[in-house]
């Protein structure tokens, strides 16, 4: 399973066609997971883990992996199940989310599968506050669940969603008060986040969350003959999202002549150089990776500006 991005140029041909691709695996028991492919770096048998002092029951230790120090996450702890016992028949998955390269335990690695978003549906609506699931599906006829890592990684290594001093000057944030922005995201925490950080700049923000609901929301405003272009400064969305994804999302918006001049910032925990040709190719503004306050509260700045010199 090593190198599962060495195809990253046919992967790309996935974009606007509202596809992705899965690794599956399993922690404890018969229960399958699954991650996306494009945060997946590579796939290895457990490496030798050096505990470190202060690291939190969650972070089994850290290796050395092609000359880099990273922590190993023990995945079946981290939503709250038992530690993963036989680590010597574990396996690391090596991912990189948010800018931070970092690997989770795991029992078992089946293999890779092709879906479409549309077969990527909300966990159901009796699983609770509690769970780490952004999303569920079928393969096999057999339930996968999809963590919602965006949880995990804020509960193992919180960060700060207040913009520093100076990011965003007086007359910005007077402007910002007459502000909307759409934000569009499957994970509870990151609407949070990114509610947070638009809210202390004063914004006022209309959340969703998956791309579907947020184009049949557009589409409903634009035929009571509302530009969406004029209602929002911006829309923030995510990529990775249960029945519509945010490449989708972006090109439908682009294809619907009502919806001409909205500003589209893909925001997401996908990482990598691949990712932008990606975003020009989906037609958006503008894209950055998760998550940076300062960083967000820069672009939406940026945005201001960009709307009031028109």
């Given at each position: 399973m090593?190198?599962?991005?060495d195809?990253?140029?046919q992967?790309?041909?996935?974009v606007g066609?509202?596809?992705?691709?899965?690794?599956?695996?399993?922690?404890?028991?018969e229960q399958?997971y699954?991650?996306?492919?494009?945060?997946?770096r590579?796939?290895?048998?457990?490496?030798?883990?050096t505990?470190m002092?202060?690291c939190?029951?969650?972070v089994?230790?850290v290796?050395?992996?092609?000359g880099t120090?990273?922590?190993?996450?023990?995945?079946?702890l981290?939503?709250?199940k038992?530690?993963?016992?036989?680590?010597?028949n574990?396996?690391?998955?090596?991912?990189?989310y948010?800018?931070?390269?970092?690997?989770?335990?795991v029992?078992?690695?089946e293999?890779?599968v092709?879906?479409n978003w549309?077969?990527i549906?909300?966990?159901?609506?009796?699983?609770?506050?509690d769970?780490?699931?952004?999303?569920?599906?079928?393969i096999?006829n057999?339930?996968?669940?999809i963590?919602?890592v965006?949880?995990?990684?804020?509960e193992?290594?919180?960060?700060?969603?207040?913009v520093?001093?100076?990011?965003?000057d007086?007359?910005t944030r007077?402007?910002?008060?007459?502000?909307?922005?759409?934000?569009?995201?499957?994970?509870?925490?990151?609407r949070k986040q990114?509610?947070?950080?638009?809210?202390?700049?004063?914004?006022?923000?209309v959340?969703?969350?998956d791309?579907?609901?947020a184009l049949?929301y557009?589409?409903?405003?634009?035929d009571?003959?509302?530009?969406?272009?004029e209602?929002?400064l911006m829309?923030?969305?995510?990529?990775?999202?249960?029945?519509m994804?945010?490449?989708?999302?972006?090109?439908?918006?682009?294809h619907?002549?009502?919806?001409?001049?909205?500003h589209i910032?893909?925001h997401?925990?996908?990482?990598?150089?691949?990712?932008?040709?990606?975003?020009?190719?989906?037609?958006?503004?503008?894209?950055?990776?998760?998550f940076?306050?300062?960083d967000?509260a820069a672009r939406?700045?940026?945005?201001i500006?960009q709307a009031?010199?028109?």
């Amino acid at each position: 399973m090593a190198g599962v991005l060495d195809s990253v140029n046919q992967r790309t041909q996935l974009v606007g066609q509202n596809r992705l691709e899965l690794l599956l695996f399993r922690l404890e028991g018969e229960q399958l997971y699954g991650i996306n492919v494009f945060k997946v770096r590579e796939v290895l048998q457990c490496p030798r883990l050096t505990i470190m002092p202060k690291c939190g029951r969650v972070v089994r230790g850290v290796a050395s992996i092609r000359g880099t120090t990273l922590p190993i996450l023990d995945l079946s702890l981290a939503t709250g199940k038992s530690a993963l016992m036989d680590l010597q028949n574990s396996f690391a998955v090596i991912t990189e989310y948010n800018n931070r390269t970092l690997g989770f335990l795991v029992s078992s690695v089946e293999r890779i599968v092709n879906l479409n978003w549309e077969a990527i549906l909300p966990p159901p609506k009796g699983a609770g506050r509690d769970h780490y699931l952004t999303a569920v599906t079928h393969i096999d006829n057999k339930l996968v669940e999809i963590i919602d890592v965006e949880k995990v990684l804020a509960e193992v290594a919180p960060t700060s969603e207040e913009v520093s001093s100076g990011v965003i000057d007086a007359d910005t944030r007077a402007k910002a008060l007459s502000c909307r922005v759409l934000i569009v995201d499957d994970s509870s925490v990151a609407r949070k986040q990114i509610t947070r950080c638009l809210e202390n700049i004063g914004i006022e923000v209309v959340k969703l969350n998956d791309g579907r609901e947020a184009l049949n929301y557009l589409k409903r405003m634009a035929d009571e003959g509302k530009k969406p272009a004029e209602e929002f400064l911006m829309m923030i969305s995510d990529i990775e999202m249960p029945e519509m994804d945010g490449y989708t999302l972006t090109t439908e918006v682009r294809h619907d002549p009502r919806m001409q001049g909205m500003h589209i910032l893909l925001h997401t925990s996908l990482s990598g150089v691949f990712n932008q040709n990606m975003v020009k190719r989906a037609g958006a503004d503008d894209f950055l990776a998760k998550f940076q306050p300062d960083d967000l509260a820069a672009r939406v700045a940026e945005r201001i500006r960009q709307a009031d010199a028109n």
